[in-house]
């Protein structure tokens, strides 16, 4: 499988001087198959760049067929899908994939992203055949030679992670998640968070330590592990209402894994370039057993056997 990065942002987008190397885009991640199955993994706002690239082949002659796991709603993980050009051109066929929620079908939450007012066209305009597929969580399915399992996250109205065998290797998609420790982030955002040494409630404790046996195993001997690092532990201990990690947690759960490498992704928007390059040089002094990246647009990674 090739694995390529598109975006790497948090929250929102961020053009600049300061990051240009890293990239300003919201999280979207290409995933290629030996026998050309091709996944989305989220679309922020990386994934319009990727629909330029797409409609240089089959997409552009309206005869390609791809799949979108999305790891939830928020705006920097499906932003992109409205200048998707793929989606506009009939005979392209979609397969969308996110969690099934109590109240709202998954075609609605993504159609109301472009009602009236937010957005001059509306989801009917989408030209490609685009099928929804809800998921419970620790679903496990094929798409095509692809084996897809996943495994919820810490986060307010809940993430899903996904992992993905083929091609003799695996790579597993961990964000948006806070640690599974000090807090236990239910469907509503939380506006009181605990305080740093408040005791957790037992059945808190007890469904976080599910949570976080759920993603050891989701990555259990994976070849390439991406991570939601956003924070530093000390933003951390600022937000961690928020629901996202930081590179001691994405190492932390690597190892209990006995994952081979990890990706530092979902970098926070306001860190630049130079502090990124800091933090990974920071941490790899301490990782001689993991491969250690930071996730980086452009950047295209082999996992398992390549794509001839
Ligand atoms: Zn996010
Ligand atoms: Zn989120």
Redesign the pocket.
């Known amino acids: 499988m090739k694995v390529r990065f598109w975006g790497v942002r948090?929250s929102y987008p961020v053009p600049g001087p300061d990051t240009n190397r890293y990239g300003g885009n919201t999280s979207c991640v290409e995933v290629r198959t030996e026998s050309g199955t091709h996944i989305i993994i989220d679309a922020g706002t990386g994934l319009r760049k990727l629909g330029k690239e797409m409609m240089q082949g089959a997409f552009g002659e309206a005869g390609g067929t791809s799949h979108l796991l999305v790891?939830?709603t928020?705006w920097?993980?499906i932003q992109g899908l409205p200048f998707f050009a793929p989606i506009y051109a009939k005979g392209n066929k979609f397969f969308v994939y996110a969690r099934q929620r109590d109240d709202t079908h998954l075609r609605a939450v993504f159609a109301s992203q472009t009602d009236s007012p937010y957005f001059p066209v509306p989801f009917d305009n989408v030209q490609a055949d685009v099928a929804f597929r809800e998921l419970v969580e620790g679903a496990r399915f094929e798409i095509g030679p692809v084996k897809v399992s996943c495994t919820r996250l810490n986060?307010?109205?809940i993430?899903m992670a996904y992992r993905l065998d083929c091609d003799g290797g695996s790579v597993c998609y961990v964000t948006?998640t806070a640690p599974f420790k000090d807090i236990l982030i239910e469907q509503e955002y939380i506006r009181q968070p605990p305080k740093p040494g408040d005791p957790l409630k037992p059945e808190d404790a007890a469904k976080l330590k599910a949570m976080r046996d759920g993603v050891v195993r989701l990555c259990e001997g994976a070849d390439l592990v991406i991570y939601d690092t956003q924070f530093t532990p000390e933003e951390y201990a600022a937000k961690p209402h928020w629901?996202h990690s930081c590179p001691e947690d994405a190492i932390e759960i690597a190892r209990a894994a006995g994952a081979k490498s990890v990706a530092l992704f979902h970098h926070a928007p306001e860190r630049t370039d130079d502090q990124i390059d800091a933090l990974l040089a920071y941490h790899r002094k301490d990782t001689p057993d993991l491969d250690l990246v930071a996730a980086a647009e452009g950047m295209e990674l082999t996992v398992g056997n390549g794509v001839k």
């Open positions: 948090g790891s939830h928020h920097d993980h986060h307010p109205w993430a948006d629901g």
